[in-house]
């Protein structure tokens, strides 16, 4: 009986790591010189001064285009998200989150060089400064990682988060009058304009 419920207590984790969601960032990066070859372009957890905890993934790129796709995140990064506790593009922290009792990841895309070229993160590599946004002056992004459904609302907006990552979006092109904010699982025309710092 014991061998059994651990079974199942094992299946039902893994079900929740499958059922978390990823999603995809592709774009642009422009810089005012060209990138180097230890150029990478990746996905990075924050804390709220936005140093980097975790890499979830990166990429090098190529021709100045980049396509990321995230992957699960490791649960000692979570924290929990009280309403307003993080600004978001737009929002700032004029929000609340039901239920109260969802714990969460920010991350960002970043682009840095790798300096000890071993294909990922180091804090001691050096990064770009910059702005990362929607290409045409569309708005903004930020990714979230939820470890459970949740709602986020705000401004007018009511937004469903689903278990895994999220792109919280606040898009200019679609509101003559303001943004419009939104939830996707994919952001195919982001822009990273970057500077060497």
């Known amino acids: 009986m014991k061998r059994l419920l651990l079974t199942l207590g094992i299946l ?4 929740t790591v499958w059922a978390q969601r990823n999603v995809t960032v592709s774009g642009v990066v422009e810089a005012a010189v060209p990138l180097p ?10 804390n709220s001064q936005g140093v980097t905890l975790d890499e979830v993934t990166s990429v090098r790129p190529v021709a100045g285009t980049f396509s990321l796709t995230t992957e699960p995140l490791a649960p000692g990064l979570l924290q929990p998200w009280r309403s307003g506790g993080v600004p978001l593009p737009g929002l700032q922290t004029d929000y609340t989150i039901t239920p109260d009792n969802v714990n969460y990841a920010r991350a960002v895309t970043k682009v840095y ?4 070229a071993n294909g990922g993160y180091e804090p001691s590599d050096p990064g770009y400064l910059g702005v990362v946004q929607i290409e045409g002056g569309g708005g903004f992004f930020v990714l979230l990682y939820v470890d459970k459904a949740a709602t986020l609302s705000g401004r007018g907006a009511t937004l469903n988060l689903v278990p895994g990552w999220n792109i919280f979006t606040a898009r200019t ?7 419009v904010y939104g939830i996707e699982a994919e952001v195919n025309n982001a822009l990273l304009d970057v500077f060497i710092q």
């Open 37 to 46: 070859d230890n150029a990478r372009v990746g996905v990075h957890v924050i």
């Open 113 to 116: 060089l790798d300096d000890n």
């Open 12 to 15: 039902l984790a893994l079900g």
């Open 173 to 179: 092109q679609a509101a003559a009058d303001g943004l």
